[in-house]
């Protein structure tokens, strides 16, 4: 099938990259020129394992291809995809549609009639209703319009688009249905269960899967305090709990509090759309208040462990992006951690393996480390806010010889309290027994 992608993000890149991988024809197209330039000389914009090697390979066979004109990448589409940015609204939270619109009415003057549009960017409930009525507006009589949400993980990316738990399919009649089976056809061929709903219903599965997983990991955060009050693992609460299949082992690692380019925004969004027709979801504002408030409690927790007063003290920080394996860093932990340390007075000095070049624009006045080693020289304590895979087999006893305080700050819970001492380290887990006297 011939596919246009509208939005060449991380959503854009990966689904258009993979979709061309199943055989179809794909177009991404995106208003920034430096990626598609970029992307146009085989520079990837993101950082995403096996990305690169994807794109080149389809762009080789001639099947995908970047630009940032709409109207010829449209033109011909059989399906367009709308992968534009939904950023939270400045000041109240709503999802901001403008992107969304915007490229709507661009490609209303241009794609053939019976052309199915699908929005796979997270949209609130009724998104579809209103790219039809713009459709209609800018005169295109036959429309279809569905909705595809995207679950796919930053990190995990290409194995999550092509081995997906479910593919959500909103659709409202039979073109968009049967185009989008068409899409997904390969999947099924792997049996990927597929989902088909109504439009509205599929706007508002992403928003609950991701308020779910939210809640999942505020709870087990919450359980990792009342573990440190009362001397319980919050590790071993986890396995224990996480066994039972009806709860399931994943989301359920007790840290810093979740970021990212997603749960934030979209657990406001949903709490925004249940404003807006005046229905409570008492659960999720609370993950939303107990999220905030633990990312800013964080730099508590670390000056505790320093003595309180940081002035003067010098703090390693192991990652900034906002999980493992990727470069994105919207909305994550590290952001209050660092400023709220050098605002402390304290001076940092941070590593991540490939976030720095994102990072560099949000800090003022740290040091950027080349790696885990150099940025626990001579600090008095190392802090992991990134559980990277690289930051899981430190050798301890160098960092301990490198720190001039030898503390070891895991808010990851990667090391065993029992290990970190044998090199000489004291160590502070998360919910991992009672909280020590300097704590
Ligand atoms: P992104 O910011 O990485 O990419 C969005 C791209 O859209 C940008 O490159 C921007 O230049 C481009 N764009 C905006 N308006 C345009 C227009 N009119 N024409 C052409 N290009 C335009 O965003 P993302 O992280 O890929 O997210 C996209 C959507 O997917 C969001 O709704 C997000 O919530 C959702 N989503 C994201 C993830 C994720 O892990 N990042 C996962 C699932 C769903």
Not at 230 to 238: K, N
């Amino acid at each position: 099938m011939r596919i246009a992608m509208i939005g060449t993000g991380y959503v854009g890149l990966v689904s258009g990259a993979c979709f061309a991988d199943f055989g179809h024809r794909v177009t991404c197209v995106d208003k920034d020129s430096s990626k598609i330039d970029g992307l146009n000389a085989g520079v990837m914009p993101i950082w995403e394992p096996g990305l690169e090697g994807l794109v080149k390979s389809n762009a080789e066979r001639g099947r995908l291809t970047f630009t940032t004109d709409l109207v010829s990448g449209v033109k011909d589409a059989e399906a367009v995809f709308i992968a534009v940015g939904t950023p939270a609204r400045r000041g109240d939270g709503h999802a901001d549609l403008t992107y969304v619109f915007e490229a709507v009415r661009e490609l209303a003057k241009v794609i053939k009639p019976g052309t199915v549009v699908v929005t796979k960017s997270t949209v609130p409930v009724g998104t579809g209703d209103k790219i039809e009525a713009i459709l209609r507006e800018e005169g295109i009589t036959e429309v279809s319009v569905a909705s595809n949400p995207e679950f796919l993980r930053e990190g995990a990316a290409i194995a999550d688009f092509k081995h997906p738990d479910r593919i959500v399919v909103g659709a409202e009649d039979e073109r968009a249905e049967h185009c989008l089976k068409e899409i997904y056809r390969p999947l099924f061929l792997n049996r990927a269960p597929i989902l088909i709903t109504g439009r509205r219903t599929a706007e508002l599965t992403k928003y609950a899967a991701n308020a779910f997983l939210a809640v999942k990991i505020s709870f087990i955060n919450e359980i990792a305090d009342l573990c440190e009050a009362v001397d319980a693992d919050v590790q071993d609460v986890a396995r224990g709990i996480g066994l039972d299949n009806r709860i399931g082992p994943k989301f359920l690692h007790a840290g810093p509090g979740y970021g990212g380019s997603c749960f934030p925004k979209d657990t406001v969004a949903l709490l925004q759309t249940a404003d807006s027709v005046g229905v409570e979801q008492r659960i999720v504002a609370t993950t939303v208040a107990v999220n905030d408030d633990r990312k800013n409690r964080m730099v508590e927790r670390i000056s505790r462990a320093l003595g309180r007063d940081v002035r003067d003290k010098r703090v390693a920080i192991l990652g900034l992006a906002f999980k493992p394996n990727t470069d994105d860093m919207r909305e994550a932990p590290a952001i209050p951690i660092v400023n709220g340390l050098v605002k402390l007075g304290a001076s940092v000095a941070a590593f991540d393996p490939v976030a720095r070049h994102q990072a560099e624009p949000l800090f003022s006045g740290i040091e950027f480390a080349d790696d885990a080693y150099a940025a626990a020289d001579g600090a008095d304590a190392l802090v992991i806010v990134t559980e990277w895979d690289e930051f899981r087999a430190l050798d301890l006893e160098r960092v301990a010889a490198s720190l001039r305080g030898k503390i070891l700050i895991d808010l990851r819970n990667v090391y065993d309290r029992s290990e970190a001492e044998a090199a000489g380290l004291t160590y502070y887990g998360i919910g991992r027994g009672r909280l020590q006297t300097s704590q």
